[in-house]
């Protein structure tokens, strides 16, 4: 069992950054593959971003590409996500999971990010 608690949302204007995290408990979080997603009112939950268990390789959405930057700490059990250049579409509840890269096996409670002026 992998319990997963993010931080760091917040509001923030336009063109502004924010620095989320995700701390998993347990032995085994240096093993799983960890993906950041948002949902939006009204819209579906998308991923944002994903970095591997060995290797650290990571996929963006192509919405964020060169704005935000996943990375994680294995010693701490804590994968992060640097958001830059936020925009009013990045506003959303924040999510981080720990599966594979094809699954989400436990998920956190979420985080809001609000971007505006």
């Known amino acids: 069992q992998v319990q997963l608690v993010e931080s760091g949302g917040g509001l923030v204007q336009p063109g502004g950054s924010l620095r989320l995290s995700c701390v998993g408990s347990g032995s085994t979080f240096s093993t799983y593959t960890m993906k950041w997603y948002r949902q939006a009112p009204g819209k579906e939950r998308e991923l944002v971003a994903l970095i591997r268990p060995f290797g650290g390789t990571t996929n963006y959405a192509d919405s964020v590409k060169g704005r935000f930057t996943i990375s994680r700490d294995n010693d701490k059990n804590t994968v992060y996500l640097q958001m830059s250049s936020l925009k009013p579409e990045d506003t959303a509840v924040y999510y981080c999971?720990?599966?594979?890269?094809?699954?989400?096996?436990?998920w956190g409670q979420g985080t809001q990010v609000t971007v505006s002026s």
């Open positions: 999971s720990a599966g594979t890269t094809t699954s989400n096996r436990y």
